[in-house]
């Protein structure tokens, strides 16, 4: 396999890959499949029509993990990939997406994920995504992954969404399905600095009854970045649904959160709820007052926050 | 250990100056435990953040161990050693009670040294290592892990802004028993501790009466109780729990 450090160190980043995981794993870099690995259990094939994979999981798979990071170190690479999860009845696994990209050039770099989660009858995923950007050129680093998630009867969803650094534009559109019984969790951290640029759209419907979601994003906004937080929870069933955007403003950022829901059954019990604040002075003294200069209380906050 | 010199402060509410502090000369000794008392708005709270470098005096000086502290910061205070427990602890989203503590320590405390500070203030550390220190915390449970972050820093003068503000009855008695053992303890730390708590004031090596800006009077505990006991210097947090 051959990747270079520049491509070594994103994927450190992206999905703390430091040696080829364990399991099943397909690597991309700069538009190539870098290293691909199947087990007994997982399957990975390239689709024909589009650029992208297919990764089915057999029934009944417990305890395996598949990675499927992507870096881009090329200056001007612009992709769009399709990868769509197939996941037996009855499974539990842990599955790492994520994209770093190093853009040392001037043309701009994009890569756009497009992923579809079909998650069979009592299935239990835990889905890690981090995206990264570094580099100094002018390029531009662009991210726009849209994430579609399907669950089936009793399964359930831990998504873990995180984008700390580097990113100059994105756009997350998360899009969830939910049948009887099934339960998706989201943890989103977004931090945006410099004139970045970020928004983030989930749109999660709760059909059958019993089924719950709880959608919650913690972002920090610095600089002169902008966010805009917009979580929408849809309830037409017997459902519960709750959704959460708290942020921290900083310097000159902007952020716009709407929390928003939308009750199409009598038995929905929906909650939102939205926060934004600078950091409180009364943490920063209490910090100081243990040692800390501003800057570490500073620090220490917003890493305690996002983590 | 700390020199108040002419220690004044006042502040300035719709166009008018308000004096809260007054020309106050204090010397607080090495290893001492002292409990400061007075009526509301006497300035207690503010000569604590003044201690502490929260609010800066308008006037006065303060010397800690020889050295003039009065410009300087409170995070240069805090290295200094002076500890400073909140009367209304604050709250983080996300910072566990263990990273405050290893914060107050200053390195990468273990789980079995946070333990023991815990276990100090009446708390299982099992049960609170890893909670967020937000608002799932009681007000109980909150002020005694201020406590124990004060505790967790090798500080050689802690003051403590009213510690039993704000917290049931059935903490206050831990609270005192925690400021008991602190008492009884071997070290050489100075305890200063803002309280018109009878209990606590009980077992003070010395009482400060604080008010109007002014100190007013001062001296051993056996002395100064017979003068304030039933006043509202000296209260008791409720007749029925003595």
């Keep these: ?172 559109t998360t899009v969830a399905e939910l049948k009887e019984g099934a339960k998706l969790n989201v943890r989103e951290r977004l931090m945006t600095h410099g004139d970045q640029k970020a928004y983030s759209i989930y749109r999660v419907s709760l059909n059958g009854d019993g089924s719950s979601a709880d959608v919650v994003s913690r972002s920090v906004a610095r600089d002169t970045s902008y966010q805009k937080l917009d979580l929408c929870v849809n309830g037409n069933a017997a459902c519960s649904g709750h959704t959460e955007c708290d942020s921290i403003i900083m310097d000159n950022g902007k952020i716009l959160a709407v929390p928003s829901l939308e009750a199409n059954s009598v038995d929905a019990a929906l909650v939102h709820e939205a926060a934004i604040g600078k950091i409180a002075g009364e943490q920063l003294i209490k910090l100081m007052t243990l040692g800390l200069t501003e800057a570490e209380a500073e620090e220490q906050i917003i890493n305690g926050f996002l983590k | 250990m700390l020199e108040l010199k002419n220690i004044s402060f006042s502040a300035e509410e719709g166009g008018k100056t308000s004096e809260i502090i007054r020309g106050i000369d ?91 500070y815990l276990s100090e203030v009446g708390l299982c550390a099992k049960d609170y290592i890893k909670r967020e220190v937000n608002a799932s915390l009681s007000g109980g449970e909150l002020k005694r892990i201020e406590i124990a972050t004060i505790m967790a820093r090798d500080v050689s003068l802690a003051v403590f802004d009213e510690p039993e503000a704000g917290i049931d009855l059935w903490s206050f008695n831990n609270l005192i028993r925690i400021f008991e053992n602190m008492r009884k303890a071997d070290d050489k730390r100075t305890v200063v501790v803002i309280s018109h708590q009878e209990r606590l004031l009980k077992i003070a090596d010395e009482i400060i009466v604080l008010s109007d800006g002014q100190v007013v009077n001062r001296g051993p505990a056996d002395e100064i109780m017979p003068l304030i006991m039933g006043s509202k210097y000296a209260q008791s947090i409720c007749p029925k729990m003595e």
Excluded: W
């Design chain 1, 1 to 172: 396999m051959k990747i270079d450090e520049v491509q070594k160190r994103l994927f450190q980043e992206v999905a703390d890959l430091h040696e080829i995981p364990e399991g099943a794993y397909n690597l991309r870099a700069n538009g190539e499949s870098v290293g691909r690995n199947t087990t007994a259990n997982i399957d990975i094939q390239s689709k024909t029509d589009v650029s992208g994979i297919d990764i089915r999981i057999k029934a009944g798979t417990k305890n395996e993990s598949i990675h499927i990071p992507v870096v881009l170190s090329e200056s001007g690479l612009k992709e769009t990939v399709y990868n769509d999860f197939y996941v037996g009845e009855d499974c539990d696994v842990l599955i790492v997406a994520g994209c770093g990209i190093d853009n040392c050039g001037n043309q701009d770099s994009q890569h756009d994920g497009i992923h579809r989660f079909f998650v069979g009858k009592n299935s239990r995923v835990r889905y890690v995504e981090k995206h990264y950007g570094s580099g100094d050129g002018k390029g531009k680093r662009l991210l726009n992954p849209v994430t579609e998630v399907y669950m089936d009867e009793n399964s359930v969803v831990d998504m873990e969404m995180v984008q700390i650094k580097g990113v100059d534009s994105t756009e997350r």
């Design chain 2, 26 to 116: 204090l010397d607080i000794p090495d290893n001492k435990f002292i409990v400061i008392t007075g009526p509301n708005g006497g300035g207690k709270s503010t000569l604590a953040k003044v201690i502490a470098g929260i609010v800066e005096p308008t006037g006065g000086q303060l010397i800690f161990n020889g050295t003039d502290i009065t410009n300087m910061s409170i995070t240069d205070r805090a290295k200094a050693g002076i500890g400073f427990a909140f009367q209304q602890p604050v709250r983080f989203k996300g910072l566990t009670v263990l990273d405050l503590l290893r914060i107050a320590a200053g390195k990468n405390l273990s789980v079995s040294d946070a333990c023991v």
